[in-house]
């Protein structure tokens, strides 16, 4: 009998992407899609991921000393609600609470005066530390992008955000479980340790933007952050966080096709 693990491994290595069809693949997402019974569960799902990493680094620099208690009480009540959940719009609006609450507690993470959160705004930016956010996060996007094409799945298709008016809406679902852990670490590290300084920026109309040194400085971090190692449950051999992104993928592929129940991934430090 062929044994396959959690993660779509046969063997010890990953099963090759032929093994699916495509086509039933997508049609399989699109059902998922179209059903909102299945749309919510993984909907609920990557919320899950997202508030659960988010506590992890919470967690994290709580036991560096630093008080961010609150916070994390207000994301543990989240990871609450949100099982009762069974509406998009509410999950979405609870996930956005929960990070704006999270956002508070990066003047108390961050040491340096020159980067204060004040609150979080996009287009445009209107500090350094929100354009460094939206410059991570948009390499987070890409990156799983890219592994999305490396599978049969179609990142047209979203459960979490709206299919409206956007290219791509899976990458967006998945990057909410990695941003706590990948981006916002990353961030937290070029700041204290002065990777980045006030000096990387450029203030342009109404916003701000990471100059292109600045841009090297922090695709370097997370080119050595995604290439770090760590024990994933139910694999022998460590992976690099880029590896753990294709085999989130394949999880979620895996629910799709109705092999496995999907459960998102959660740091384990």
């Given amino acids: ?56 680094v919470l967690q994290y620099y709580s036991r560096q000393g630093i008080d961010v208690d609150e916070n994390i009480m207000y994301i543990e009540n989240n990871i609450e609600e949100i099982k009762k959940i069974n509406d998009i719009s509410r999950l979405l609006s609870i996930e956005g609470r ?8 990066f003047d108390k993470i961050i040491k340096q005066k020159d980067f204060k959160f004040d609150k979080r705004t996009r287009r445009p930016p209107q500090n350094n530390l929100n354009a460094l956010i ?14 999305i094409y490396k599978t049969h799945i179609d990142p047209r298709i979203g459960y979490l955000h709206t299919s409206n008016f956007r290219s791509f809406t899976l990458n967006l679902d998945i990057s909410e479980i990695f941003k706590p852990i990948i981006i916002d670490r990353i961030i ?23 100059k292109e040194n600045g841009r090297k400085k922090f695709v370097q971090e997370f080119d050595k952050r995604i290439a ?28 799709l096709l109705e092999e496995k129940a999907y459960s998102p991934y959660i740091n384990r430090w």
Avoid at 32 to 43: D, F, G, V
Avoid at 202 to 207: K, L, V
Avoid at 234 to 250: A, H, M, P, T
Wanted: avoid cysteine; proline fraction near 1%; aromatic fraction near 16%.
């Fill in 98 to 105: 929960s990070r704006e609450n999270y956002y508070k507690s």
């Fill in 188 to 210: 937290f590290s070029v700041i204290n340790k002065k990777i980045i300084k006030k000096n990387d920026f450029y203030n342009e109309g109404d916003g701000f933007i990471l």
């Fill in 134 to 147: 939206s410059f991570g996060n948009s390499i987070m996007y890409t990156l799983i992008l890219s592994e």
């Fill in 1 to 56: 009998m062929h044994y396959f693990n959690y993660y779509g491994y046969y063997m010890g290595t990953f099963y090759p992407r032929e093994h699916y069809n495509s086509g039933h693949v997508i049609l399989k997402q699109a059902e998922h899609y179209n059903n909102n019974e299945k749309r919510i569960i993984l909907a609920n799902k990557f919320v899950e991921g997202s508030l659960k990493n988010i506590r992890k």
């Fill in 228 to 255: 770090q190692t760590i024990k994933v449950r139910d694999v022998s051999n460590k992976v690099s966080y880029r590896r753990l992104i294709r085999l989130e993928i394949y999880k979620i592929q895996k629910h």
